[in-house]
């Protein structure tokens, strides 16, 4: 079945989980990268994005601390959720309650917020109290619309597995009897977004990461080729929570890497 598919054409790489663990790479990730931009990589026409559902801190803080780990990445090939966020805002033309952690406001610069008309959730564990959660409730009571950056059941953190938006999302959800509008991983429109501009088609693309649903589930819902990866917040037993299931499981970024120098070009 796969050898009727198209020459591969562009590989979407998810962030955190798969290449780094908040400040610490995955080990071997930065030497895989190199050999995805390597020359074997550039003389077939491959594109590479880096998609991620991050919404802890905005892109140019992100970059930051993906060069201090040593990648070698462009701000133009970063897709975040908070980039598909602020188009919405602005296709939608409304005033957001911007529920997002404070290093995150730097992507949404110029965007009017005053007398707010619309919800919009990321992960922001400071604002996730009480006071703030029954405004959020009231304003979509009255009619605004609720947009969730991503609903992410949780995420992985050095110390653990940690609560991501998604349980607040859901909350707010109960509690008005709406549904969100979620714009990150894994909605067909994000993958779609993130090869605008590749003359890629799904199906000449593969997504390699740690999130079963969001990254592999998603992509493959989008017509591309899903890797997940052993890292991050994988848990066992994960590629089986999907149908279909992966395309195939690695043990880390590396391994993916491999498989696609030497299978996929």
Known sequence: RMAARRALKAVLVDLSGTLHIEDSAVPGAQEALKRIFSDKLRSSPVTIRFVTNTTKECKRDLLERLTKL???????????????????????????????????LPDFTGIATDDPNAVVVGL??????????????????????????????????????????????????????????????????????????????????????????????????AGMRGILVRTGKYRPADEDRINPAPYLTCESFPEAVEHILERLL
């Open 70 to 104: 040593g990648f070698d990445i462009a701000e133009n090939e970063i897709f975040t959720s908070l980039t598909a966020a602020r188009n919405l805002l602005e296709q939608k033309q409304v005033r957001p309650l911007l529920l997002v952690d404070d290093k995150a």
């Open 124 to 221: 922001a564990p400071e604002h996730f109290h009480y006071e703030m959660m029954n405004r959020a409730f009231r304003l979509i009571l009255h009619g605004a619309p609720l947009i969730a950056i991503h609903k992410a059941r949780y995420f992985k953190k050095k110390d653990g597995l940690a609560l991501g938006p998604g349980p607040f999302v859901a909350g707010l959800e109960y509690a008005t009897d709406t549904k969100a509008t979620v714009v990150g991983k894994p909605e067909k429109t994000f993958f779609l977004e993130a090869l605008r501009g590749t003359e890629c088609a799904p199906e000449e693309a593969v997504m390699i990461g740690d999130d079963c649903r969001d990254d592999v589930g998603g992509a493959q819902n």
